[in-house]
């Protein structure tokens, strides 16, 4: 399978099934749906992006490689949803130490800012929530500012929001 192509020719969700399908069945095939992920081309980039957060989640540790141009990604002026897919795909992700106080700061950033999609600030919460886990200095940060936002969140920022004070508080984070 041409995987460029492939995005080129059908944007369908049937057809990013298939492109994840065969970079999950073919582990040498994942560096050129990375390149397409990571091209210039935004229209290629934006739908390798749509089927990345599966890959990434199915296979984490393919990612580590990639781990520096994927925070180049989240730092670049990018279409929302190739941020939204990406931090999607670290959902469950364990970072060492080596990226997590990166990627700390730029999902605080995404957190923080009112003019980000729904999408990915929900996604650099629950990042960032996950972080408390092995950085628990994070939790009063996350908490300030998941309060200050709150009362201008969406129904899905509160939701999440509420449960991430709910679990800082329980930890006894905040």
Known sequence: MNIRQSLIDDRSKANMQVITQYVLDNPSAFKEFMDCLLSED??????????????????????????????????????????????????????NDEYGGEVAEICFDFLQNPQETIAVRVFAMVILHNLTRPYPELGRELALIVEEHMPFGSAGFKSRGNKVLKDLKKRGLV
Not at 67 to 87: P, S, V
Request: charged residues 30%; hydrophobic residues 45%.
């Open 42 to 95: 935004e229209m290629i980039a934006n739908r390798a992006a749509w089927a990345y957060s599966d890959i990434a989640m199915a296979r984490p540790e393919w990612l580590e490689p990639y781990m520096e141009a994927l925070i180049g990604e989240l730092k670049a002026e990018r279409h929302q949803g190739i941020h939204r897919n990406i931090l999607r795909g670290w959902r469950d992700y364990e970072f």
